[in-house]
């Protein structure tokens, strides 16, 4: 995945595009960050495919707290239908999100909540809900190169029918020069709802 970040005063602004590969049963269509559907009018036979994923815009703003250990945050997001709908790869509509952050530094860790809300496009194919998410975790600050996350992910049911879904999630950000970084994540799914593995690489490019 390619990610690129621009930060002026409180607001950061991001743009990233991934490059996908989905070995699933055919029904299942991803939504981007990590998030499926199921078609139920889609064969469940199990098919490989590839290829760009959506593009997706984020927004984010710190709030003033001045001096105390914690943060605050608001953010939105959205996303652009620049995957295949052929291949799965997306649903062809486009989604907004908005969230709210608080992080709470303690030495090298940061515990942290995150709230969020999305907005699914509608679809002729299939009826989608809009959602609530929450994340719950900390980062670690290994050392001036290396921070560590661990989170719980939870989303409510996106379509009639399907579950909510739980994950655990972790990742690796490497700091390669202040404006290039790398991070390696991987999320094992807790509920049916929920891929059984996921994983992939993050470029970050600031500006």
Known sequence: MLFRSLQRGSFTGSASLPYLVIDAPASVISRGGGHYIVDPAAPSKR????????????????????????SLGLGGSVTLPTASKSKGLGTGEVDYGVSANAA???????????LGYALPGKSDSFSLNNTLSVSAGTTNTLNDALLASLSFNYEE???????????????????????????????????????????????????
């Open 47 to 70: 098919r490989r495919r590839e290829g760009i994923g959506n593009l997706l815009l984020m927004g984010s703003y710190a709030l003033d707290v001045g001096d105390a250990p914690y």
């Open 104 to 114: 709470y530094t303690v030495g090298t860790f940061a515990p942290f909540l995150d």
């Open 157 to 207: 049911s996106i379509a009639n029918g399907s579950k909510e879904s739980e994950q655990i999630y972790g990742s690796l950000t490497w700091t390669l020069t202040p404006k290039v970084s790398l991070t390696a994540y991987g999320a094992a799914g807790l509920a049916k709802g929920s891929p059984d593995l996921d994983t992939g690489l993050l470029f970050v490019f600031g500006l």
